[in-house]
């Protein structure tokens, strides 16, 4: 008796019912797999972003959109600042590392992150093709800017002002030239165009007219500071609030607050997700159930010709593995397609391109809980097979 041909067979018989089992089966897969990868993707972007920043100083107003838009890069900043006000919290004693940057620039969506050549330190990268920016209107891209936008070193391209792609306003009397490529690292700044700050102070300054201006009252966006003693984080914050026009927001703590906000709806999902779980063990319950009931004259026959019961019970589990390994492979595909779909819209939004990590432990812990809900919908079907009177049902249905 061949019982995976025979347990085939059974399954086709009851298409509808099939189809419904797989489908509410697949969904719930794809949903708790699917939610559990993007809660492990989007926490690596944010404690990768961060790279040891403990501290970011900017303009007054809201903490977290100062974090977003200084750390992330994702959002508008919240304003200026003094450049030679913000060097003098760089001295203090506790401070290892200071560096300046300054947004406020885009080319074809992508922003233009005025800095030092530390700001590439920090994302732990370097260069790959090129050099660093030396001479004013020199550029190093990222990774993703070079792949996306097709550009190499040597080439040149206009800024446009703001963070609006295609904007009408652009710095067509200076040219940025692309003097480096970094390398891929899977975080922020693979999607950032680097120069340094005297470039743009001097294209702002042949804007403005003014060829004699002062640096010591140039602004910057923000000061990414790293400490070199951690007890900075207990009373430099709260001493720059208080006492200086600038702010000072901790990046770990504002995107811990988002990570939970965010982690509310993921919860909410995978409740429903597992709602749709049990829903669909008790709709292969019910399929295995219906399948002993219905069929049970052949069942019997298969007894009078020598099959025992264990085979009966092998026939009814091997069904109930067949439908949970083909729901399976369709809940996997729903959850590769749709993260791939929410990467794209990721991508096409924040220009930052997302990758899948390894799950492999989330699909077996995933497997384990199928078998298991085979197994009990399994035990619980088989009932009838233990009560069968193999005379009595052929000698009825005859």
């Keep these: 008796m061949n019982i995976i041909k025979l347990s085939y ?3 086709i018989t009851k298409p509808l019912q099939t189809f419904l089992t797989v489908l509410i089966l697949s969904l719930s897969i794809g949903l708790l797999l699917g ?11 944010l404690n990768q972003s961060l790279n040891g920043v403990d501290m970011v100083v900017g ?19 919240t304003g200026n600042i003094a450049y030679n006000e913000a060097k003098k919290i760089a001295t203090h004693k506790y401070i290892k590392d200071a560096i300046p940057i300054s947004i406020g620039d885009n080319y074809k969506g992508y922003k233009i992150v005025v800095t030092t050549t530390s700001f590439i330190d920090l994302h732990k ?13 020199d550029v190093v891209i990222g990774n993703a800017v070079a792949e996306n936008l097709n550009l190499a070193v040597g080439d040149t391209f206009y800024s446009s002002h703001g963070m609006i792609e295609d904007a009408i306003e652009s710095h067509d009397d200076h040219p940025l030239k692309v003097v480096g490529i970094l390398k891929p690292t899977q975080n922020v700044i693979d999607r950032l165009i680097l120069t340094d700050l005297e470039s743009i ?60 906000f965010t982690t509310i709806g993921t919860k909410a999902i995978t409740w ?11 709709s292969m319950f019910v399929s295995l159930y219906r399948m002993v009931k219905e069929r049970a004259k052949e069942l019997a026959l298969i007894r009078t010709y020598g099959a025992s019961r264990n085979k009966l019970i092998l026939l009814v589990f091997a069904e109930g593995v067949l439908v949970g390994v083909f729901s399976f492979i369709v809940g996997l595909l729903l959850a590769s397609f749709g993260l791939q779909a929410i990467f794209s819209a990721i991508k096409n939004t924040y ?19 199928i078998f298991g809900l085979i197994v009990i919908a399994t035990i619980i079907a088989i009932r009838p097979i233990f009560k069968m009177d193999i005379s009595k049902i052929i000698s009825h249905e005859s």
């Design 35 to 45: 939610v559990k990868q993007l809660n492990k993707v989007f926490e690596s972007q």
């Design 351 to 369: 220009k930052q391109q997302l990758y899948l990590l390894d799950y492999q432990q989330d699909i077996l812990v995933l497997l384990l809980f």
């Design 9 to 11: 067979k059974n399954i």
């Design 201 to 260: 102070w001097h294209m702002h300054e042949d804007e403005d007219g003014d060829h004699n201006h002062n640096h010591d009252n140039e602004e910057i966006t923000a000061m990414l500071i790293k400490f070199g003693n951690k007890r900075g984080l207990l009373t430099l914050p709260r001493s720059i609030n208080k006492s200086t026009p600038f702010q000072a927001a901790l990046p770990k703590y504002q995107l811990d607050k988002l990570f939970k």
């Design 125 to 137: 990268t370097e260069i790959e093709t090129g050099n660093l920016f030396k001479a004013s209107y």
């Design 59 to 77: 303009a007054k107003g809201s903490p977290l959109q100062l974090v977003l838009s200084a750390v992330l890069h994702v959002d508008n900043p």
């Design 272 to 282: 429903i997700a597992f709602s749709i779980f049990l829903v669909s063990g008790i």
